[in-house]
């Protein structure tokens, strides 16, 4: 597509619940990563896929986070028994892994509020 | 590791003002540097790099020149309008992930 796309734009949940994310990146990028921002607390990184490569998971903040990427273009982030400190809004973003020094292009981001 | 420190806001100017967010670095190597600007209800775009010492990138008026010497790259512009209102990310990389700063709101009144 001509730009990130990200689904939902808004998602209210309760404490406990589980949510999907998901994240559908330029038709063309292989590198995919998700954020989380986080009102006065800038850009978190939270994973990174390239290609077929194992992702980088470091950012993930605990075990209830996981995301996967099919086919090496949509990806899903899955957040677990979700906690009012999970409420934030989650940025996803691609880019061309030989072009990274022009950096990433972001979708519009999911607000997440858990009540 | 990579870290990136922006000044910290809201940045409250009137319209036409001169505008400069602070943005120093600390990182190994020689990183890219750049701006994002992120505008009420939508995401992070991509305002202008550089990618070596001594660069200057510019976009819609704003510049910033990547300066090794003081691990810096702060953002101006000459005259601001209202429709510049937003927070402003610096960011360096690349690696595997961008690392940015906090974010710098800017607002500006007529």
């Known amino acids: 597509g001509a730009g990130v796309s990200q689904s939902p734009s808004n998602k209210v949940t309760e404490k406990g619940k589980d949510v999907e994310l998901r994240c559908d990146p330029i038709?063309?990028?292989?590198?995919l990563y998700w954020y989380r921002q986080s009102l006065g607390q800038g850009l978190e990184f939270l994973i990174y896929?390239?290609?077929?490569?194992?992702?980088?998971k470091s950012g993930l903040p605990s075990d209830r986070f996981s995301a996967e990427r099919t086919g090496g273009s949509v990806s899903t982030l899955t957040i677990q028994r979700t906690q009012q400190e999970d409420s934030a809004v989650y940025l996803c973003a691609s880019s061309l892994a030989a072009d990274r020094g022009n950096g990433y292009t972001f979708g519009s981001g999911t607000r997440l509020t858990v009540v | 590791g990579n870290s990136v420190t922006q000044m910290e806001g809201p940045v409250t100017l009137s319209e036409e003002a001169f505008l400069t967010i602070n943005c120093t670095y600390t990182a190994t190597g020689y990183p890219s540097l750049f701006w994002y600007v992120q505008y009420p209800g939508e995401g992070l775009q991509l305002l202008l790099k550089?990618?070596?010492?001594?660069d200057k990138g510019s976009n819609k008026g704003f510049e910033a020149t990547y300066r090794k010497e003081t691990t810096s790259f702060h953002l101006e512009k000459g005259s601001v309008q209202v429709s510049d209102s937003a927070v402003y990310f610096c960011a360096l990389g690349p690696a595997s992930t961008l690392t940015f700063g906090k974010g710098t709101m800017l607002l500006v009144s007529p």
């Open positions: 896929f390239q290609g077929n490569s194992a992702p980088d």
């Open positions: 038709s063309g990028h292989t590198a």
């Open positions: 550089a990618t070596k010492a001594d």
